[in-house]
């Protein structure tokens, strides 16, 4: 029988909650097989967090292989810097959800605010909803599959990884893109600085195809668009202008 | 007319500004260029120290104990940094100094007892091994960062800014972007790297405060967490970072270096570390937590008396950064190989400029092998000889500081006081709001 540990924070102070986390939950031996929070089944052990009440920083810096359900709506920089965990967040989240995330899953149920994924290295950010402005900010290797709409300056400076948003983008799309490639099924309101739409090869549906399907998200993959670096910002050049 | 009319050199255009102008029409591209202010500036140079005599009496110079041990995020972090000296090595990234030099600042620092800091490329083992007490920055770039590397570091220092250049982004040129530069950054080799200048996660002083506390909660509250800024609104500035939670506040004043920015930065962006420095205290003394949140004073710091009156103005430490490259070798005619001094003017001569001017960090092409990545030139300076030379400037520099401090009549380096001073000029006495020399006058106070 699947044992679940959970942890109030109506009782526990966000501090105490991080480091039963960090010190821990690592030695828990438990299994969950609990279908339907993040999509992740594994012999890891499973942590319900209720009353999370829109408090900021929980379950960051988590390490280890678990699962873990934030029954509610919560705030700022939840599970920011991830490795290994598979977090779901059963409501909305603030500003910076999986900020410099590195490997795991984060699962947004609801929407996210500003920055969310903010260079993130590795691993799967999901949001369901809507996600606000500079999704995928610096993002440096992370996936994030966003099922609806993303605000303006979204993927700012993305390095490497992928940005798949399955509504429309706002203004300024990919300004100053790096190495990152960023998908979109709606419509893009405006392309930031370096950024550019290329044709969809069979490899993007491919990648397009991976991420829904990891994502739980059913979405036809051919109408993406593409959109990618021009590359014309990679060396100084004087024809720039504003562009630096 | 006479000759002396028809030769008569324009002060606003003069030859530097014709040389300015006609190079910005030729190329349409402003100046890049590493180091810092080369303009004149009010500087500590400007203060002197009223050391004992009658009225005060000294301790022995040479032999009664001066100490100079200094403690660093006692505000709110379980492992505050202990150090034996409050002269610190700034933040200098792998990227823009060779791997050799890290390691080799981190072997001094470690030998004197005080704390070196990574910079805007990530953390490398060799710094991390090297470093006793490693500062770990946490930059807008986040080039990186990570959290097994946030773990390894003895405190944080989030960078707001720098003085060299505050509001804008750092900046790596294509040359300097090896193979290895561009893996630690996830970018492509050899482009010309444009830092954020912003943090992605967060951007008000509120969501400072909640930033400050997420890098608490994933190290556990252990370490301390410096807050590093450009010398602009200063007494504003360090309210809100003591508001949001720093344990300890930088503050880097406008001659501090870079690797690579805008000339127009450099030289027009900021205010001078000695003006910056009272406007941090005052506004420390303000906020009731001066001795509680420990500030650090960056920005052409050169010696022991630099130090010495840092300290009597106000700070807890200082950090170096320039002066630790110069200490190296930066804008010496010649490098050391094999025991031997080997000529090093061709090759400045080759960049455009000469030892004793150079500022070309950001070529790559580093004659003495500082600020480079080409292998050939990075032999040029290898860790056991930088090490040493950086270990005998940092005990020099605490000698002279503990020095002045005895004449000043301290057992302590940290007694010293703004007392202890006074100005030899009106700008410097306005600036530091300590008296003129041989008056009671302190402009816009007294």
New interface residues.
Partial sequence: MDHVIQLDLGRLT??EL??YL??ELPNVGHVSNVPGSSGHIGNVPHVEILNPNGM??IA??L?APSEIDIRGHA???IA??N?QAHITVHGNVG??VA??I?SGTVRVKGCASE?AG??G?GGLLVIEGDASS?CG??M??CDIVVGGSVGHMSA??A??GTLVVCGDAGPNLGD?L??ATIYVAGKIHSFGADAQEEPMTAADVARVADLLTKSGITRDPKLFKRVASKRS???????AGQE? | MSDHIHREESYSFNRHTLEYIQHAAE???YDIRGLGAKRKLPTFDDLVFLTASASRYPLEGYREKCVSKTVLGTRFAKKPIELETPVTIAGMSFGSLSASVKEALGRAATEIGTSTTTGDGGMTPEERQSSKTLVYQCLP??YG???DD?RKANAIELVIGQGAKPGGGGML??QKVSERVAGM????AG??Q?S?CRH???TGPD?LT??I??LR?????QVPIYVKMGATRVREDVKLAVKAGADVVVIDGMQGGTAATQQCFIEHAGIPTLAALPLAVQALEEMDVFGTVQLIISGGIRSGADVAKALALGADAVAIGQAVLMALGCNSSSYCQDGERVDATDDYAKLGTAPGYCHHCHTGRCPVGITTQLPELEARMTPEWGAKRLKNYLQVLTMELTTLARACGKSNVHHLEREDLVALTIEAAAMAKVPLAGTNWIPGQT
């Fill in positions: 966000v501090r991080n480091n960090h010190h900021h920083s960051v810096g390490d705030g700022y920089f920011g810097m490795k500003w910076s900020e410099n590195m920055c903010a260079s290295h500079r900010i610096s440096k290797g700012f400076m390095q490497a100053s790096y190495e910002l990679y060396h100084w050049h004087s024809d630096y | 190329h349409g591209l770039s986040r960062f990570n959290p946030l040129l294509g950054r996830t970018l492509p482009i010309d444009r954020a992605p996660d967060w969501d909640i930033k506390n997420e909660e994933i190290t556990d509250w």
